[in-house]
């Protein structure tokens, strides 16, 4: 089977001495929407920069589309579409001419990269910036043009280096409708996030990274049917005595026993939970999870 | 990549970099044409009468060749260190590193961007110099072939100077330090036949000696050395050059971690 990535045994070592990459091994299926976790240090980066050819790797294999990157390189990066964390063009540069200079590295001819420019700096609301030097834009608009320059030469994988860092929520989410409907049409989504609710809402398949080793690499249903416990918040219509308890449940109130936490091991019910507030005379009247599931299972895997 | 697309890569380069210097020709096109005004008004007609003849010619005429060529070099140099800095600064060098384009044409693009404004520089300054004498063509080919291998070769170096520069102060202390004094040594102003038996010798270690010769030769017909052995050095260096400056990029020198 032909992978969209496939990497084996991929070592890092900087010259400061610094091991980033201890022998990654990764696949990346065609098609797929792939999250790549870790926290800062763990590996992303590197391994994204080898990837795309702006980081030299010390040893393994990488295959883009079947395509060793050390037997032919040129053809693989045709495969590849990059939108990195930093903003990396010529801010000099008018928005269509960043696009479309991008797609003359490519090998394109001005006329198809002229449409292309058109199509996807429409689709992401740029059109009428089209213009104006890349250095006026804001933040986002900033962001889009960089998913619109790495489109232009129609890649198979599209890889986000945490594309939505500081983007507002609107924005965001109008940035993964798109991103999304790349998905559907058949182009491979790898992404790195620090919102990992995204992760969970997005994402197929997810491999966490630490310490430049890959600690866990799934679907992101299988990793989250491992987590055993959930910690729910349960507002509360008054207060319940601070020494409050139910039999089984491990619960904490707040300061004035206006706020339940309790901690559920899966295959409890919490319908107890509800009853036993029920005879207090207590009525929940919201409630969340603590914090986001994937999110704990993340803070546990890295803990090791 | 076909042949069809690595020529657009390589012509999406150059044109690039040409809009570059020609958007910003405040800073790239006007000071070279207003400093070399001063040159010929200030050494070739204030300074020039009272020096009198060099070479045959008045020291007006004697001057504008090397004049020209001083542009040349410099710009050309310039246009690649900073140029190429800059994409390094901004990360934007990272637009090609990503893509297919062979390192060949990306050194080609820079080369010739550089290659591209020295030229024109060189012309504005050779306009501005027929304001104040008049210019025989002795050889318009050597002319030409001098001017434009002079200028590739000094793209090269600032090529290789942007690779290994960390700072805009390492993009500026060669053209500060080493490349000035070339050419303000190279015989610009003067016949090395004025000096020493000694400071010829040193003289002609100058590899900016030969190239200001070979131009002032298809100019005017004089030259204080050799002329095919000025085209051989010339033609070495940039083998030389080219080789060096494709080895550094093929190993991500300052490019890639």
């Known amino acids: ?304 | 990549m076909k042949n069809s697309e690595i020529w657009i890569a390589f012509y999406t380069i150059l044109v690039r970099e040409i809009r570059r210097f020609t958007r910003i020709w405040p800073q790239t096109l006007l000071p070279p044409a207003i400093t070399m005004t001063l040159y010929f008004a200030i050494f070739g007609n204030l300074i020039g009468d009272r020096i009198g003849e060099m070479g045959g010619f008045s020291y007006m005429q004697y001057i504008v060749p090397g004049l020209i060529m001083m542009s040349v070099i410099t710009n050309s140099y310039s246009n690649v260190s900073s140029s190429f800095f800059s994409a390094k600064f901004q990360h934007s060098i990272q637009e090609l590193l990503v893509s297919p384009t062979p390192n060949w044409v990306i050194l080609l693009g820079y080369v010739l961007g550089g290659v591209a404004r020295g030229l024109f520089v060189g012309f504005i300054v050779t306009i501005l110099s027929l304001f104040f004498t008049h210019l025989a063509l002795e050889n318009l080919f050597l002319t030409v072939l001098v001017v434009c291998l002079t200028a590739i070769m000094f793209s090269l170096g600032g090529f290789v100077n942007a690779i290994y520069a960390r700072s805009f102060d390492d993009v500026s202390i060669v053209p500060t330090f080493i490349l000035t004094p070339l050419t303000y040594l190279g015989g610009v102003f003067y016949s090395i036949d004025l000096l020493s038996d000694f400071w010829q010798s040193v003289s002609l270690l100058n590899p900016v000696l030969y190239m200001v010769n070979a131009f002032r030769y298809g100019i005017l017909g004089v030259s204080d050395i050799n002329i095919y052995w000025a085209l051989v050095m010339v033609s070495v260096f940039i083998v030389v050059l080219f080789w060096y400056g494709l080895r550094l990029l093929n190993q991500g020198k300052g490019i890639r971690s």
Request: net charge negative.
């Open chain 1, 1 to 304: 089977m032909t992978y969209a990535i496939e990497i084996s045994d991929l070592k890092k070592r900087y010259e400061s001495g610094f091991e980033a990459l201890k022998g990654v091994n990764l696949t990346v299926e065609k098609g797929d929407f792939f999250a790549l976790l870790g926290p800062n240090g763990a590996g992303k980066s590197t391994t994204i920069g080898i990837l795309c050819s702006l980081v030299n790797k010390s040893s393994g294999k990488v295959a883009i589309f079947g395509e060793d990157i050390d037997k032919n390189f040129a053809k693989a990066k045709q495969y590849l579409g990059v939108v990195p964390q930093e903003f990396n063009f010529n801010v000099f540069e008018t928005v269509f001419n960043v696009v479309v200079t991008q797609a003359g590295f490519y090998g394109i001819d001005k006329e198809t990269a002229a449409k292309r420019a058109e199509k996807y700096l429409k689709e992401l609301d740029l059109w009428d910036k089209k213009d104006v030097q890349s250095r006026m834009l804001s933040g986002g608009m900033k962001r889009r043009l960089m998913i619109a320059r790495a489109l232009i030469h129609e890649p198979e994988v599209l890889i986000l280096d945490e594309p939505t860092a500081g983007v507002d929520i609107e924005l965001r989410r109008s940035m993964w409708e798109f991103i999304k409907g790349l998905n559907e049409n058949g182009t491979t989504i790898i992404l790195t996030t620090h919102y990992l609710e995204e992760a969970e809402q997005l994402c197929r398949n997810i491999a966490i990274i630490n310490a430049g080793e890959i600690v866990e690499n799934t679907s992101v249903k299988a990793l989250l049917k491992t987590l055993n416990q959930e910690t729910f918040i349960l507002d509360l219509d008054q207060a319940l005595p601070l020494d409050w308890s139910i039999e089984g449940f491990n619960v904490v109130l707040n300061n004035d026993g206006s706020s339940l936490e309790v901690e559920v091991v899966k295959g409890q019910s919490i319908n107890r939970i509800f009853s036993a507030l029920d005879q207090a005379n207590v009525n929940v009247v919201s409630m969340r999870n603590k914090s986001n599931r994937l999110e704990e299972l993340f803070v546990k895997l890295i803990k090791g």
